[in-house]
Nanobody, 117 residues
Framework: QVQLAESGGGLVQTGGSLRLSCTAS????????MGWYRQAPGKQRELVAT???????NYADSAKGRFTISRDNAKNTVNLQMNSLKPEDTAVYYC???????????WGQGTQVTVSS
């Protein structure tokens, strides 16, 4: 089992910045993928960004150029720096973790990000 503890989020004005962090504990495995998804009211959960334990990143088109994902393998922590935030970024952001051998995935409890216009 893996437990995910998220922090960050909150209310920010258009153009502002926020930083989300998530720490994994438990049976984390050396090879894994960590990342962030988000879900806005009435919409499906969607990818924001992921990063492998080797540092390979993947971003949604909406996040490219504005968001940066990073991680600290020693601490099993993933961070999402969000800049130039827009009202359409408003959503609940969920931390995501998939450990080798890629049979199970885990989700955090979610953290609210609200961008006011």
């Amino acid at each position: 089992q893996v437990q995910l503890a998220e922090s960050g989020g909150g209310l920010v004005q258009t153009g502002g910045s926020l930083r989300l962090s998530c720490t994994a504990s438990g049976s984390t495995a050396r090879d894994n993928v960590m990342g962030w998804y988000r879900q806005a009211p009435g919409k499906q959960r969607e990818l924001v960004a992921t990063i492998t334990s080797r540092g390979t990143t993947n971003y949604a088109d909406s996040a490219k150029g504005r968001f940066t994902i990073s991680r600290d393998n020693a601490k099993n922590t993933v961070n999402l720096q969000m800049n130039s935030l827009k009202p359409e970024d408003t959503a609940v952001y969920y931390c995501y973790f998939v450990p080798s051998p890629w049979r199970s995935n885990y989700w955090g409890q979610g953290t609210q990000v609200t961008v006011s216009s």
